[in-house]
């Protein structure tokens, strides 16, 4: 893992373990809700990463996933893994 993006309140809490188990400070960032998410991983991602988003139903995840899989924002350009397999 090259960074992690921890949402919410509970959030902390991983984050914190996250650095426990050795990320440093800056791979552990944090956002208080997903739209605050979404920000923070348009800034960071670039063409070609892999992102997962990992969370229970009822923190809407899907948000995030809806919001980054827009081709063409922020200059990432959505990815077809299965194109001529």
Do not use: C, Y
Not at 10 to 38: C, M, T, Y
């Amino acid at each position: 893992v090259d960074g992690l993006n921890a949402v919410g309140a509970k959030g902390h809490w991983i984050g914190d373990e996250a650095r426990a188990a050795g990320l440093s400070k800056e791979q552990v960032l944090f956002a208080e809700g997903n739209a605050p998410a979404i920000e923070v991983l348009r800034q960071v991602m670039r063409a070609g990463d892999m992102i997962l988003i990992k969370g229970s139903r009822g923190t809407k995840m899907e948000e995030i996933v809806a919001a980054l899989a827009r081709p063409g924002e922020n200059g990432v350009q959505e990815a077809d893994p299965w194109h001529g397999r």
